[in-house]
């Protein structure tokens, strides 16, 4: 009985010990396990970790470039304000350019707020009226711009041929839309700091001006008609001889150039009307009466030689210059009466009427003269301006005496000149010696070796062959 209970709790404590010796192996394996798959995740990490210390270098480049160009990619694309502002641009663009703004407006932004994009759209449609080389040079601003916009789609509407002969040029009517891109990240990434900034930026100034200079606008720069038809409207006329010798893009070229002039004094006489004190007024008055009387000796020139005869060039002759010079000149006559010429304008004149007479344009000095004559006898009491009204009437006289003298024909045949004899010269086929008439009121003085002194109006003249 007792040997049975022994062995009962022999075999207990046999069976627990085994089940303890169990469990401690079955703990130990997980354990084990356990250590294993921490040694693979620390291998994996260390693996993980080279590698990121392999990439780092080049991820660190990569930064430091992107970040040095950042500048660049602002002005690619720009903020909100920026895109906002635009408007401002286009209205500049159409001063530049030379097309008139209808309405120039920004839509909606185009964005989607369900969308994860970091870029947003900005639409703009614009409708002005020009010719189709004002709108490609407004076309060329938005493509050199350094933000980056696109022309998706426009609209032309032709001016027809009666309204460009009415006025001289084309007026098209254009509708167009541009957009541009916002680049608005909607999370903001954590700026890490970089150990020996500035050392790596200098070692990679080469790359980063490579890539600055990749993002950089390649652009084609715009040059005008240079001579063009306007393709949408046909302004082609009948070939004519231009006695002027002047081609179609002179004419054209001459025109401009008058109207930059005009436009010139023109903003001169608003700054004499806006002057603060008389000495101020003086001193511009007196750029706009050099600059009127330059464009008056161009355009007696003009229609003295002819030059302008291609109809869309007369046309806008007319209208750009002779009427707003002449608005000009009634604006500046109404002074004139009140006070006289100035003294300013008056060596003005004088300037012009003498340079006239050295190159032999006596038509045109006497018309310089004329342009002023009405206003001389308002200089009365001022000395100074009544010596040189004196002197003008003087230079208008010289002139018209060489204008009539320069228009009598006179035809050398030969001469004489014997000693001991009266000098004789054979001109329009008649012996004349000094005293003879060649005309009435044309009188030989002196004969000279294939010269002529003739008494004409109360002065001598020298007529050389």
């Given amino acids: 009985m007792i040997d049975r209970k022994f062995w ?19 703990t130990q394996q997980e354990h084990i396990a356990e250590r294993r798959a921490a040694v693979d995740r620390l291998t994996q990490n260390i693996k993980t970790a080279r590698q990121t210390i392999a990439e ?28 906002s502002n635009l408007i401002k641009n286009f209205y500049n663009y159409s001063r530049e350019a030379g097309v008139d703004p209808d309405s120039f407006k920004d839509q909606t932004s185009r964005q989607d707020k369900k969308s994860q994009s970091d870029f947003y759209r900005f639409s703009y449609t614009l409708e002005m009226t020009g010719d189709t080389f004002q709108f490609m040079d407004f076309l060329n ?6 933000r980056f916009m696109a022309v998706p789609n426009y609209r032309l509407t032709a001016c027809s041929r009666e309204d460009m002969e009415e006025m001289g040029f084309a007026q098209h009517k254009i509708k167009m839309e541009v957009e541009t891109y916002v680049y608005q990240p909607k999370t903001k990434a954590k700026v890490v700091a970089i150990d020996n900034y500035d050392r790596k930026r200098d070692l990679l100034m ?24 306007d393709p949408w409207v046909d302004p082609r006329v009948s070939v004519e001889e231009n006695p002027s010798g002047l081609t179609i893009v002179d004419q054209k070229a001459k025109v401009d150039e008058l109207a930059i002039m005009l436009k010139s004094a023109t903003g001169q006489w608003e700054r004499v009307q806006d002057a603060e004190n008389i000495l101020e007024r003086m001193m511009e008055k007196r750029g706009v009466i050099e600059t009127m009387a330059n464009i008056d000796e161009e355009l007696r020139r003009i229609d003295n030689e002819g030059l302008v005869t291609y109809p869309l060039a007369a046309k806008r ?24 010429p100035l003294k300013e304008e008056l060596d003005q004149v004088v300037h012009h009427m003498r340079k006239n007479i050295e ?14 004559k009405a206003g001389l006898e308002l200089v009365q009491g001022d000395p100074v301006r009544m ?10 006289e010289e002139a018209d005496i060489l204008r009539e003298f320069e228009a009598i024909e006179i035809s050398f045949s030969g001469q004489a000149l014997i000693e001991g004899h009266a000098p004789a010269v054979l001109l329009n086929g008649k012996t004349l010696k000094v005293g003879d008439m060649l005309q009435p009121g044309v009188e030989i003085i002196a004969i000279r070796p294939f010269e002529v002194d003739f008494a004409f109006r109360g002065v001598v003249l020298t007529r050389s062959f």
């Fill in 8 to 26: 009962t709790i022999l075999g207990g404590i046999f069976v627990l010990l085994v089940s303890g010796l169990s469990y401690a192996i079955v």
């Fill in 206 to 229: 080469g790359e980063i001006n490579r890539r600055r200079q990749a993002l950089r606008l390649h652009t084609f720069q715009y040059r005008g008609a240079r001579g063009r038809r």
């Fill in 141 to 146: 601003h938005i493509e050199t711009h350094s």
């Fill in 359 to 372: 190159s032999g344009e006596f038509s045109l000095a006497l018309q310089d003269y004329n342009s002023i």
């Fill in 56 to 83: 780092t270098p080049s991820l660190v480049k990569d930064v430091i470039v992107l970040r040095e160009l950042a500048v660049v990619f602002e002005e690619i694309l720009p903020t909100t304000d920026g895109a």
């Fill in 317 to 340: 002759l007319q209208i750009e210059v002779r009427d707003p010079l002449q608005a000009l000149h009634g604006a500046l006559d109404d002074t004139n009466n009140i006070q006289g």
């Fill in 387 to 396: 010596e040189l009204a004196e002197l003008l009437k003087l230079l208008a």
